[in-house]
T-cell receptor, first 113, second 118 residues
Framework: EPEVTQTPSHQVTQMGQEVILRCVPI?????FYWYRQILGQKVEFLVSFYNNEISEKSEIFDDQFSVERPDGSNFTLKIRSTKLEDSAMYFCASRPAGYDTQYFGPGTRLTVL | AQKVTQAQTEISVVEKEDVTLDCVYETRDTTYYLFWYKQPPSGELVFLIR??????QNEISGRYSWNFQKSTSSFNFTITASQVVDSAVYFC???????????????FGKGTHLIIQP
């Protein structure tokens, strides 16, 4: 069964550094999403992406965040200058057109020191 | 604005007991989607069920059942004859309809941590 994959599984970085989190959505899916979950808290929507552009973003998704689909398979989340409060689990999700369920990847745990 | 409330922060039951996880939602949209996801200790999010707002039919899948009531804006989840492997955090989520007709960004509740004791 196809799955969403994410790399790396754990990323440790210094405050102020740039990080890129990578996701490979399920191959026939057209809508892509990023969510984050601060330890012990709820999952929060960051951004949705369709047809090579952002379709919706939350208040959390400020100028330090960006997303890109650099090729036909990868979907990336970039954090330009990480802060301590960016430490969280970041989940990628995808879904096909016209179908409602988002399928999540295993997550990347980001630790900012 | 959308909101999902899972008032039960943690529930602990003994194996084989039935348990119901509550979910109450708020939305101004007439068309929306509701979901339940399971997050086991390993951390991934596992899809359990999706419900469209115009489909109030309850659903049963093995030991799992879901009760959707628009009149009370609730979408409750019951596990019958619970097992230790059911121990996880369970999230209820809500989404509006996107321009493409499918669900867009999910609004999650805070989750209910379910502990099944042997």
């Amino acid at each position: 069964e196809p799955e969403v994959t994410q790399t790396p599984s754990h990323q440790v970085t210094q405050m102020g550094q740039e990080v890129i989190l990578r996701c490979v959505p399920i191959s026939n899916h057209l809508y892509f999403y990023w969510y984050r979950q601060i330890l012990g808290q709820k999952v929060e929507f960051l951004v949705s992406f369709y047809n090579n552009e952002i379709s919706e973003k939350s208040e959390i998704f400020d100028d330090q965040f960006s997303v890109e689909r650099p090729d036909g398979s990868n979907f990336t989340l970039k954090i330009r200058s990480t802060k301590l409060e960016d430490s969280a689990m970041y989940f990628c999700a995808s879904r096909p057109a016209g179908y409602d369920t988002q399928y999540f990847g295993p997550g990347t745990r980001l630790t900012v020191l | 604005a959308q909101k999902v409330t899972q008032a039960q922060t943690e529930i602990s039951v003994v194996e084989k007991e039935d348990v119901t996880l509550d979910c109450v939602y708020e939305t101004r949209d007439t068309t929306y989607y509701l979901f339940w996801y399971k997050q086991p200790p390993s951390g991934e999010l596992v899809f359990l069920i999706r419900r469209n707002s115009f489909d109030e039919q309850n659903e049963i899948s093995g030991r799992y059942s879901w009760n959707f009531q628009k009149s009370t804006s609730s979408f409750n989840f019951t596990i019958t004859a619970s097992q230790v492997v059911d121990s996880a955090v369970y999230f209820c989520a809500l989404s509006e309809v996107s321009n493409g007709g499918g669900a867009d960004g999910l609004t999650f509740g805070k989750g209910t941590h379910l502990i099944i004791q042997p």
